[in-house]
């Protein structure tokens, strides 16, 4: 497994595929063909492109090599946006697509390069491969002209995004930082505690965890409907669904955390003199804390689930469920996606501060050591 | 499970039943207190109780009153029917598992390139994870509706949607169970000068069996429910999903109780069905990864 000396292999000769790119067209403009040399900025930065492949040999760490060749996948990705610009329908512009996808498996090539170099520019990686998938996502859909009905380029959701935002506000509000905040500390610190007054009566835990395991398999999002019709329309419904959806979960990590610390650390605690409390709290708490975290990431996911889903059976005429309900009986899927978009990000917001909580109260554990 | 958690497990069981019927009393209590007083004063405890626990659509259905409506709509029309449940659970169950087939081999297809490929581990394993992040089931029902809109009906939307969620544990279940190969026999494979195919075959698949069928168990929970939400939205055609939808449209809180039950009920065999598949093909029975 040692990195060195295999820092900089050799590069695939895929991207030559764009050589190819010239010979078809680039743009069809009402019936006749455009080919490269006819487009001065698409010549220009094809160019480029060829040039920095042809460059990359050059002495350098391969961290410069990895930049030296960004330059070229950026030029090609900015190709068909800026002939989009001009006006020029791309859907049969075979050359184009062909120096885009050579361009793409340049982008390969940078991404191997960066999975070598050490440091947080490692971080660089999937960065840059989200940012392709997005690019691609908008030359795409504009190039080939995809109804916006089934998928909006992203521009357009951003778009979306700043003229709705006051909405989005709102919904984020009413969705995440009322119904879903206020479940799932009540559905997490119910498990909780059913775990440890589980775990001091073994009589209530053994009857609890094939409950709880039954629980797992069974489709809990299925009870919204019957929360809405108990607790009505507002926050309340949803926070139910939440704490039904989060409770088990949260109780069987619990559980198998408190039983994680071994024999031989209970037989010292015991053999000072512990009691029961002093060693869960001294012990026992600290070693289910991976436990914990594992338990409280998996619902952070459920919660935000549990809120929308909960949201299709009947609401107040805001929040995420609403929207999305409604904007795609309006078709307008720009605001559905920017919601969609929204909903991601609070939920990789959230699961990535719990990684990071977890990663400064768990530093002692296994998993974190460097392999 | 062991008989040494049979009592336990029973006395749980039989404590959650009696939860059950208390809350039916005390939820349809103020209801059946209007129709007692509407019939005349007069009444007594023990009307009021029986009164709240034999409502034609109460707040909270008696066990005994799921298990008739389960029973009626089990034996009471051919299976065919659009009236029976089983033929809605055929449906779902359907979608389920084609949707399962399709993230097994996602899931795996996408585990191996991991496992190779030191690229697609560093650039695209965090998106596999922040994949998650994205409430697929809370936009099914849109997903349903555009794919409605292009063509796509029936099976393959409630399909994909029951994929994208059983994808993920798969794929995390067999990156770690394709890495839980033992360095020693690794070099022993080296030794042998195995290529990566044969090392993949040989050594490596059998190692993640373990892991895969663990998260398989875990997957095929998930696909039930991905199915069952993307039927939402179809309305008052078939599936569980539908079923509840519409019971819960036209307050029939039995129908919806009797659906869930069933949903419940098929994920159990699935999720039995895929432990059974462990027993028989993974040597040694349930491994070692649980």
Known sequence: MSRSNMARPN????????????LLPFATPDGTALYLPQLPVALALYALTVATILAHRLPGSALGEALLLLAGVAAAYAAPLVLLNQGHPLAQAGGLWLYVAGATLLLWRVLALLAGVSGPVRLAGPALFGLALVLLWEVLTRGFQVPTILLPPPSLVLTAFAANAADLWDDFRQTVLISVLRGYLIGCGAGFLVAILADRVPFLARGLLPLGNLASAVPVVGIAPIMVMWFGFDWQSKAAVIVVMTFFPMLINTLA???????IQLDLMRSYGAGYWRTLAMLRLPCALPFLFNGLKINSTLALIGAIVAEFFGTPVVGMGFRISTQVARMNLDVVWATIAVAALTGSLLYGALALAERHVTAWHPSFRKR | ??????????????????????GAVWLNAPTATDALNRAGPGWTTADLIRATLAMKRPILPTP???????????????????RNLLYHTGVTAGAALAGFGMGVVLGVALAAGIVQARTLESSLLPWVIASQTVPILAIAPMIVVILGNIGFTGLLPKAIIAMYLCFFP??????????????????????????????????????????????????????????????????????????LLSGSYYG????????????????VTLVAAVGLAERALVPGGRGGAR
């Open chain 1, 11 to 22: 590069m695939a000769p895929w991207p030559l595929v764009m050589l190819a790119a010239p």
């Open chain 1, 257 to 263: 955390g408190l039983q994680s610390a071994e024999r």
């Open chain 2, 1 to 22: 499970m062991t008989t040494r958690n049979t009592l336990p497990v029973a006395v749980m069981a039989l404590a959650v039943l009696v939860l059950w019927y208390l």
């Open chain 2, 64 to 82: 005994d009153q799921v298990a008739l409506d389960l029973y009626t709509s089990l034996t009471g029309y051919p299976v065919t029917s659009i």
């Open chain 2, 170 to 243: 798969i794929t995390i279940g067999m990156v770690k169970g394709l890495r839980s190969a033992d360095p020693l026999t690794l070099d022993l494979m080296r030794t042998y000068s195995a290529g990566t195919a044969q090392t993949f075959r040989l050594l490596r698949l059998p190692a993640s069996l373990p892991y895969l069928f663990t998260s398989l168990k875990i997957a095929v929970a998930a696909s039930v429910v991905g199915a069952i939400v993307a039927e939402l939205p179809t309305g008052g055609q078939a599936g569980l999903g539908a079923r």
């Open chain 2, 252 to 267: 029939q809180t039995v129908q919806i109780w009797s659906a869930l039950v069933m949903a419940a009920l098929l994920s």
